[in-house]
């Protein structure tokens, strides 16, 4: 290799290794305090696991934030959109490529509902849920529906009573938010919200 080719390397290399540390230096300065070092989150702060999101998911959902998609009037909403709201789109940028780094820690004990049905969870779960989010609970970015399987029932159950009070899914810019708001309201009952909660949170234990 010649001289120039390879300081031409060296270069590209320093480059990475500093675009690298931005990241991880933009997560554990702005997220890690609620969501942990690792992305685990933590379910007494209502912070998710963002390690089972994809970074498409994970940019839509930030730059709602940023936006007003989301109603602040929960706790941590109110959080999340002050801190996203006061960082510039390179940092949130940076943040979202550190997460994509992380290991995936989806096989963490998640806690359920007590109330939970897992049973009647499972059958709500296919034909209210399944088509969009996959039969595994898995996901598909194609659709915009996120990986739900590792998430904490709690957090489930909230966010999807979020979408059916329409505190979710209400702008008009929140293309995938809206299709969600409007599906979610076919389950109004709570206990029906927990057993499906429930049913999601048990499959990755």
Same mark, same amino acid.
């Given at each position: 290799?010649?001289?120039?080719q390879k300081?031409?390397?060296?270069?590209?290399a320093v480059?990475?290794l500093?675009?690298s540390s931005l990241?991880?230096?933009?997560y @554990?300065?702005?997220?890690?305090?609620?969501h942990g070092?690792?992305g685990?989150?933590?379910?007494?702060l209502?912070?998710?696991?963002?390690?089972?999101f994809s970074?498409a998911?994970?940019?839509?959902?930030?730059?709602?934030?940023?936006?007003?998609?989301?109603d602040?009037?929960?706790?941590?909403?109110?959080?999340?959109s002050?801190a996203?709201?006061?960082?510039?789109?390179?940092?949130?940028?940076?943040a979202?490529?550190a997460?994509d780094?992380l290991?995936?820690?989806?096989?963490?004990s998640v806690?359920?509902?007590?109330a939970?049905?897992?049973d009647?969870?499972?059958?709500l779960?296919t034909?209210?849920?399944?088509?969009?989010h996959?039969?595994?609970?898995g996901?598909?970015?194609?659709?915009?529906?996120p990986?739900?399987?590792?998430l904490d029932?709690l957090?489930?159950?909230?966010?999807?009573?979020?979408f059916?009070?329409?505190?979710?899914?209400f702008?008009?810019?929140?293309?995938?938010?809206? @299709?969600m708001?409007?599906?979610?309201?076919?389950?109004?009952?709570?206990?029906l919200i927990d057993?499906?909660?429930?049913y999601?949170a048990q499959?990755? @234990?």
């Amino acid at each position: 290799m010649k001289l120039s080719q390879k300081l031409v390397a060296l270069v590209l290399a320093v480059s990475a290794l500093s675009a690298s540390s931005l990241a991880d230096d933009a997560y @554990q300065t702005h997220c890690a305090s609620c969501h942990g070092t690792t992305g685990a989150g933590n379910p007494s702060l209502g912070a998710p696991n963002l390690t089972l999101f994809s970074s498409a998911y994970l940019e839509r959902q930030l730059r709602g934030f940023r936006e007003g998609w989301r109603d602040t009037t929960d706790p941590s909403t109110q959080t999340m959109s002050a801190a996203v709201g006061a960082l510039d789109a390179g940092v949130v940028a940076d943040a979202v490529l550190a997460i994509d780094r992380l290991p995936d820690s989806r096989k963490i004990s998640v806690a359920k509902p007590a109330a939970g049905d897992t049973d009647r969870g499972a059958d709500l779960y296919t034909a209210y849920c399944g088509a969009c989010h996959g039969t595994n609970a898995g996901g598909n970015d194609a659709l915009g529906a996120p990986n739900l399987l590792g998430l904490d029932a709690l957090y489930l159950a909230r966010q999807y009573r979020h979408f059916s009070e329409g505190r979710r899914g209400f702008h008009a810019d929140d293309r995938y938010g809206k @299709q969600m708001n409007r599906l979610s309201r076919s389950l109004k009952d709570p206990s029906l919200i927990d057993d499906v909660s429930a049913y999601v949170a048990q499959l990755s @234990q």
